[in-house]
Antibody, heavy 125, light 110 residues
Framework: QVQLVQSGAEVKKPGSSVKVSCKAS????????ISWVRQAPGQGLEWMGG????????NYAQKFQGRVTITADESTSTAYMELSSLRSEDTAVYYCARDREDIVATILFHWFDPWGQGTLVTVSS | SSELTQDPAVSVALGQTVRITCQGD??????ASWYQQKPGQAPVLVIYGKNNRPSGIPDRFSGSSSGNTASLTITGAQAEDEADYYC?????????????FGGGTKLTVL
């Protein structure tokens, strides 16, 4: 059973960067995508981007293009999400999740499972 | 990017059936997945694909889809089902392939 364990809470100044890690255990890391999803206080879920470690190429939500970098280290089964130019609106819980995909009768579907426990990033001066 | 629309709040009497809906153009091409989130916890997958439940999810949870609408049905709602529910789908609008979540539905079990 795959488990995802994330790094601890961070407090950052506006304009700085944060890098959150997500370590996988108990399964195959490289062949499944890992996505990052954030949730601002009292708000909904927002997909930021994802990566398939074996390919190493990340895909980002347009909103975060140029500000987020998602990477993966196959040797340690760890994915990373780095967000730069932080502002107060980036205060949120950041989750990683395994992103799986399948197709049945020409209809594609995917799902996020499991999720990491979340990492609170607080941006404050 | 495309959007997924959910009712902000729904209530159900204990033991009754409730349907939570999710509307969006991307649902004409992709099945939705559904997530349950309780306060202070990470989301948990409850339904994916046409109507698949991960192991450990009670069979009172089911999913369906028609046109641009996906639905999550809880048959015989329990007190522990009180939570926020989010739908999710691929987003292939424009030239960008990504993911999109609905705004979430807060389910209250009365």
């Amino acid at each position: 059973q795959v488990q995802l364990v994330q790094s601890g809470a961070e407090v950052k100044k506006p304009g700085s960067s944060v890098k959150v890690s997500c370590k996988a255990s108990g399964g195959t890391f490289s062949s499944y995508a890992i996505s990052w999803v954030r949730q601002a206080p009292g708000q909904g879920l927002e997909w930021m981007g994802g990566i398939i470690p074996i390919f190493g190429t990340a895909n980002y939500a347009q909103k975060f293009q140029g500000r987020v970098t998602i990477t993966a280290d196959e040797s340690t089964s760890t994915a990373y999400m780095e967000l730069s130019s932080l502002r107060s609106e980036d205060t949120a819980v950041y989750y990683c999740a395994r992103d799986r995909e399948d197709i049945v009768a020409t209809i594609l579907f995917h799902w996020f499972d499991p999720w990491g426990q979340g990492t609170l990033v607080t941006v404050s001066s | 990017s495309s959007e997924l629309t959910q009712d902000p709040a729904v209530s159900v009497a204990l033991g009754q059936t409730v349907r939570i809906t999710c509307q969006g153009d991307s649902l004409r091409s992709y099945y939705a997945s559904w997530y349950q989130q309780k306060p202070g916890q990470a989301p948990v997958l409850v339904i994916y694909g046409k109507n698949n439940r991960p192991s450990g999810i009670p069979d009172r949870f089911s999913g369906s889809s028609s046109g641009n609408t996906a639905s999550l049905t809880i048959t015989g709602a329990q007190a522990e089902d009180e939570a926020d529910y989010y739908c999710n789908s691929r987003d292939s609008s424009g030239n960008h392939l990504g993911e999109v979540f609905g705004g979430g539905t807060k389910l209250t079990v009365l």
